[in-house]
């Protein structure tokens, strides 16, 4: 698994801004665009931008904290 598979990451409709945000609250607020599914690619290469990013500076990664949901059986 990628170091990025482990932050939880996710596409919402901002009715406030007519847009989609891609958030992943762990490493970034978040981006906006037009189109969910090209979005949650660009949302995913942002994630990994910002891991490269911690990685080449020496930072140690923030511990992933927003969990999915579980399904309940």
Same mark, same amino acid.
């Given at each position: 698994? @990628?170091?990025?598979?482990? +932050?939880?990451? !996710?596409?919402? !409709? ?6 989609? *945000? %891609?958030?992943? &609250?762990?490493?970034?607020? %978040? *981006?906006? %665009?037009?189109? &969910?599914?090209?979005? +949650? ?9 910002? *891991? ?5 500076? %020496? @930072?140690?990664? &923030?511990?992933?904290? *927003?969990? &999915? ?5």
């Amino acid at each position: 698994m @990628r170091v990025q598979d482990h +932050y939880h990451k !996710w596409i919402e !409709w901002s009715e406030e801004d007519q847009t989609y *945000i %891609g958030k992943c &609250p762990d490493l970034i607020t %978040g *981006i906006h %665009g037009d189109d &969910p599914i090209k979005l +949650y690619g660009e949302l995913y290469d942002v994630i990994e931008e910002v *891991i490269q990013h911690f990685e080449s500076e %020496g @930072r140690t990664l &923030p511990v992933p904290s *927003i969990l &999915p949901m579980k399904k309940v059986a």
